[in-house]
C-alpha cells in the first residue's frame, strides 16, 4: 500500500523563532492586531510504502526523530496520513 | 600530521583549509577527502570538517551532510578518540551528528554576519589551543547565518563546568559583552570541545586568518597548536619505545 504521510516539525517554544517573530511585526503592520505570536516549522509530505497505515507512521516517525526534526531544538507531528495510488 | 579534509557538495572553505595546513604550515601529508568515500583512510591525525554551505543546508545546517557515507567513518574516528575540527558548517555538521552537544541555529539578528570577530581563549589546555596562552584575544572572522549556538541550561553548565568552552566573542580587550556577540549564542560561545577534548567546533574560520596579507595570522595558532600537540604524541611514544628497547 501507499501513503501519503504529513509530518510538521515546529521549534520548542524555548528556542527564539526570529523569523516567526519578524513575520508577526509585518502581520502587525499590516494591522492584524490580534495575531500575538507567530512560529515557522516545516511542513513535510513523505510518500510512504508499506504494509498497513501504522506501519507507515512508523516509519514517520522514525525518520522524523533521527532525521527530520533536530530533538534539541524541535518537536515534530504526524499531523496526517492519507492512502495514495501511487 | 596526516590531515584529512572531507569535501562536501558546497563545502567552499576546504580550500582555505588546505592551504592553511598545507602551504602556510607546511604539513605535506594533507588530501581532500571525497563526502562519498567510505573511510578518511589509515593512521590519520587530524580530520577537518570545513566551512561553507553542505548541501545547500537543506532541512538544517549539517543535517544532511551528518549521513554522507564518510561520515561513519569519521564518528567512528572520533569515537576511538580521533581528532577531528569542524570549522563553522563543519561545526553545524559535528553538533548535528552528535559529536558535539548542542546546536547551531539562526543568528539573533537574522542577518547573515561577515566580518572580523574577537575571541577569547577560555582554555589553553587543548590540543587545539596548547600554543595559545589562556585569555588571550584572537582576531579572526567570521561568515554565518547560523552561528548562534545554544542548548538546553544542563548543557551549559557541564559545558561551563568542564572547561570545554575553548573560545568566546569578546571585545579587542577581552571583554565579554553583548556588542561583541554577533550571533546571539548563549555566553558569547564561539567554540566548544567534547568532554574527552578530541572534538572541537568553532564558528569563527582560523583557516581564512592564517597571513598577515588577509588581515590576520591569529588562526595560525590554532593549527600550530595542533601540530604540536601531534609533535609531543610522536615524541613521548618514540620514549617509550625507547624505554622497552633498554
Not at chain 1, 494591522?31 to 495575531?35: A, D, F, N
Not at chain 2, 602551504?23 to 605535506?28: I, R, T
Given at each position: 500500500m501507499h501513503y501519503q504521510v504529513y509530518v510538521a516539525t515546529e521549534r520548542k517554544e524555548a528556542i527564539l523563532d526570529p523569523q516567526g517573530k519578524a513575520t508577526q511585526h509585518a502581520l502587525a503592520s499590516l494591522?492584524?492586531?490580534?495575531?500575538n505570536d507567530v512560529r515557522i516549522g516545516k511542513f513535510i509530505r513523505l510518500d510512504v510504502s508499506a504494509g498497513s497505515k501504522d506501519e507507515a507512521v512508523k516509519i514517520a516517525e522514525r525518520s522524523s526523530g533521527e532525521l527530520l526534526a533536530n530533538p534539541i531544538m524541535e518537536t515534530f507531528r504526524i499531523v496526517e496520513v492519507k492512502e495514495s495510488s501511487k | 600530521m596526516r590531515t584529512r579534509i572531507v569535501v562536501f557538495p558546497?563545502?567552499?572553505?576546504d580550500h582555505d583549509a588546505m592551504y592553511a595546513v598545507k602551504?602556510?604550515?607546511?604539513?605535506?601529508d594533507t588530501e581532500f577527502v571525497w563526502h562519498k568515500d567510505s573511510s578518511i583512510g589509515k593512521h590519520v591525525d587530524l580530520v577537518i570538517l570545513p566551512g561553507g554551505f553542505s548541501f545547500g543546508d537543506y532541512l538544517r545546517t549539517g543535517a544532511i551532510a551528518r549521513f554522507s557515507p564518510v561520515m561513519n567513518d569519521v564518528i567512528r574516528f572520533a569515537n576511538d578518540g580521533g581528532t577531528v575540527l569542524g570549522i563553522c558548517n563543519g561545526f553545524q555538521v559535528l553538533c548535528e551528528s552528535g559529536l558535539l552537544p548542542g546546536v547551531l541555529v539562526r543568528n539573533s539578528g537574522l542577518k547573515f554576519r561577515c566580518k572580523q570577530v574577537y575571541l577569547r581563549t577560555e582554555n589553553s589546555n587543548t590540543q587545539f589551543t596548547n600554543r595559545i596562552k589562556q585569555g588571550t584575544v584572537l582576531e579572526i572572522p567570521i561568515a554565518h547565518g547560523e552561528g548562534n549556538f545554544i542548548a538546553e541550561p544542563d548543557v551549559i553548565r557541564d559545558l561551563e563546568s568542564n572547561g570545554q568552552v575553548v573560545f568566546r566573542y569578546s571585545t579587542p580587550e577581552g571583554e565579554i559583552t553583548e556588542e561583541a556577540n554577533p550571533n546571539g549564542s548563549i555566553g558569547n560561545i564561539a567554540g566548544i570541545v567534547n568532554k574527552e577534548g578530541n572534538v572541537f567546533g568553532l564558528m569563527p574560520h582560523p583557516e581564512r586568518a592564517c597571513d598577515k596579507i588577509l588581515g590576520s595570522a591569529d588562526g595560525l595558532n590554532i593549527f600550530r597548536s595542533l601540530k604540536n600537540h601531534f609533535d609531543s604524541v610522536r615524541e613521548q611514544a618514540k620514549e617509550k619505545r625507547g624505554v622497552l628497547v633498554s
Open positions: 494591522g492584524m492586531s490580534g495575531v | 558546497g563545502s567552499n572553505c602551504n602556510v604550515l607546511g604539513e605535506a
